[in-house]
């Protein structure tokens, strides 16, 4: 079992930087790939970013890259998401995944989620 609690959220303002983390219990986590969704006021869920289990993989939708990063150290247990160039519409509850079979939001541990509101 792996539990996972995200933290960082907070309110930025246009163009500035905010770290996401996501701190897992349970000693599988590091045999696990994990990701980033975010869920913005009135839309669906969306995929933000993912990572292999041993970190040399990541993954991103085209509308991200370049602006997010995920990375994780699996000695701390943790996953980051460093986001830059933050834009109003990055506003959104982010939360932490692992243990996905899709990038679709198939997976088997979530966070509870943080809150990111970039403000104009």
């Known amino acids: 079992q792996v539990q996972l609690v995200e933290s960082g959220g907070g309110l930025v303002q246009v163009g500035g930087s905010l770290r996401l983390s996501c701190a897992a219990s349970?000693?599988?986590?590091?045999?696990?790939?994990a990701g980033w969704f975010r869920r913005a006021p009135g839309k669906e869920r969306q995929f933000a970013a993912a990572?292999?289990?041993?970190?040399?993989?990541?993954y991103y939708p085209d509308s991200l890259k370049g602006r997010f990063t995920i990375s994780r150290d699996n000695a701390k247990n943790t996953v980051y998401l460093q986001m830059s160039s933050l834009k109003p519409e990055d506003t959104a509850v982010y939360y932490c995944?692992?243990?996905?079979?899709?990038?679709?939001?198939?997976?088997?541990?979530w966070g509870q989620g943080t809150q990111v509101t970039v403000s104009s």
């Open positions: 349970g000693r599988s986590f590091s045999n696990y790939n």
């Open positions: 995944a692992s243990k996905c079979s899709s990038w679709s939001g198939d997976c088997a541990y």
């Open positions: 990572i292999a289990s041993s970190g040399t993989g990541t």
